[in-house]
């Protein structure tokens, strides 16, 4: 059983890095104007997020922004 738990942990962490690299281009934050801090918000239980990743908590919804401007801490589109 716990076999079975670590591949579906790496599995899951898999796809996590996959998500994190299609979302690696920010927008520019609508607030400051600035992309070059704009960083994407991860959701889940994330176990290595990549570094500058900022981590969004456990839940998503729809309303859930997708990104989140270091420079002004604003928090922008959805996810």
């Keep these: 059983m716990f ?21 690696d281009r920010p927008e520019p934050c609508p607030k400051c104007g600035d992309s070059s801090q704009v960083r994407v918000i991860a959701y889940g239980l994330i176990r290595n997020p990549r570094k500058g990743t900022v981590m969004g908590g456990c839940c998503i919804s729809e309303a859930s922004p997708k990104w989140r401007c270091l420079r002004c801490k604003s928090e922008f589109g959805l996810s």
């Design 3 to 23: 076999n079975g738990f670590a591949r579906l942990r790496d599995t899951f962490d898999d796809l996590s890095d996959r998500w994190e690299r299609r979302n």
